[in-house]
């Protein structure tokens, strides 16, 4: 998992490597052009960086993503936490609903997680 952090030009790109991988570079071409007004070279130049990174690869022309959203989000939320609760998550959840209520669905989701978490481990 790389320590990498996306700039917003970037998540944007991951954005739609994400939403429509595997794909041709080709297409990713046209579609970088598409939704971000990009020329040929800029797309290839970011996806070489973020493939350097070991986001993505693009190996005969076929673009693949190697770190998935999720993989990449949950990543990024750990070391938030880390960097800014000492890595203390039930620290994270106290300022984090602090100010604001929690509803019964956001408490019931957490025991729910909890739950699964504590039968994973038996």
């Known amino acids: 998992m790389t320590d990498y952090k996306l700039g917003v030009v970037e998540t944007r ?3 739609i490597v994400w939403n429509n991988a595997p794909m ?3 297409d990713l071409v046209k ?8 020329k040929k070279s ?3 130049t970011v ?3 973020l493939s350097d990174h070991g986001f993505f690869s693009n190996e005969g022309s076929i673009v693949r993503v190697l770190i998935t ?9 750990r070391q938030f936490v880390e960097e800014t609760f ?3 998550l039930p620290a994270f959840i106290s300022a984090f609903s602090s100010g604001r ?3 019964d669905r956001d408490v019931a989701e957490i025991r729910s997680l909890l739950d699964d978490w504590e039968s994973s481990r038996q």
Not at 31 to 38: N, R, S
Not at 69 to 77: K, V
């Open 13 to 15: 790109f991951a954005e």
């Open 101 to 103: 209520r929690l509803t």
């Open 47 to 49: 996806l070489r960086k």
């Open 31 to 38: 579609l970088c052009a598409k939704e971000l007004e990009w």
């Open 86 to 88: 000492e890595g203390s």
């Open 24 to 26: 041709s570079s080709g």
């Open 42 to 44: 800029t797309t290839y």
């Open 69 to 77: 959203r999720d993989e990449y989000y949950a990543a990024q939320s």
